[in-house]
């Protein structure tokens, strides 16, 4: 059996995310509220150099009080294909375009609360190109060594989720090859 939905509410539409609550029926056949974070998802990008220097970026968060490093990302617009958002925003955030992306996985951010998705890929053969960022995006280009960014997840200056994912899912095919 599969869960199935009595009653939907929307509560909030904003513009990154909408609110619901949803009554629901379990496969246990028990009912329950879920409260669920609507998100279009995201696309996350390692961009790595032939050296294997990562393109990291030090971003500002409001939400967590000051700087976080962190892969490139952004959020899928209306429809947009994850990699099409994956292209645009490695241009975006960081100025390099990539001859090649590779799918590393895809990722629920939080699956208790969120629909959230993010999308990550590995890109390499890159090039400059110009970046061009949001109004509210504050952020410093950083290029580092691939095991530099990996002893930066092991004492913790790198949090972000996605970044640990993805640059451990990079490092692993590293050194698998």
């Given at each position: 059996?599969?869960?199935h939905r009595k009653n939907l509410k929307e509560i909030y539409k904003g513009i990154i995310i909408d609110l619901d609550v949803e009554?629901?029926?379990?496969?246990?056949?028990?009912?329950?509220?879920?409260?669920?974070?609507?998100?279009?998802?995201?696309?996350?990008?390692?961009?790595?150099?032939?050296d294997n220097r990562v393109v990291l970026i030090r971003q500002y968060r409001y939400i967590t009080g000051g700087y976080l490093w962190?892969?490139?990302?952004?959020?899928?617009?209306?429809?947009?294909?994850?990699?099409?958002?994956?292209?645009?925003?490695?241009?975006?955030?960081?100025?390099?375009?990539?001859?090649?992306?590779?799918?590393?996985?895809?990722?629920?951010?939080?699956?208790?609360?969120?629909?959230?998705?993010?999308?990550?890929?590995?890109?390499?053969?890159?090039?400059?190109?110009?970046?061009?960022?949001?109004?509210?995006?504050?952020?410093?280009?950083?290029?580092?060594?691939?095991?530099?960014?990996?002893?930066?997840?092991?004492?913790?200056?790198?949090?972000?989720?996605?970044?640990?994912?993805?640059?451990?899912?990079?490092?692993?095919?590293?050194?698998?090859?």
């Amino acid at each position: 059996m599969e869960a199935h939905r009595k009653n939907l509410k929307e509560i909030y539409k904003g513009i990154i995310i909408d609110l619901d609550v949803e009554d629901v029926v379990l496969p246990n056949n028990e009912e329950c509220k879920m409260e669920i974070v609507r998100h279009p998802g995201a696309s996350a990008i390692v961009p790595l150099l032939p050296d294997n220097r990562v393109v990291l970026i030090r971003q500002y968060r409001y939400i967590t009080g000051g700087y976080l490093w962190e892969i490139p990302a952004g959020k899928l617009d209306d429809k947009e294909d994850p990699l099409s958002c994956a292209e645009r925003e490695l241009a975006e955030e960081v100025g390099y375009k990539a001859e090649k992306f590779e799918r590393l996985t895809t990722i629920w951010t939080g699956p208790g609360f969120t629909d959230e998705r993010i999308h990550i890929y590995l890109a390499t053969g890159l090039s400059p190109c110009a970046s061009d960022l949001e109004f509210d995006e504050i952020i410093e280009v950083s290029e580092k060594p691939i095991k530099e960014a990996i002893a930066m997840i092991q004492d913790r200056e790198i949090v972000d989720a996605k970044s640990i994912i993805g640059l451990q899912l990079a490092y692993s095919m590293m050194k698998a090859e």
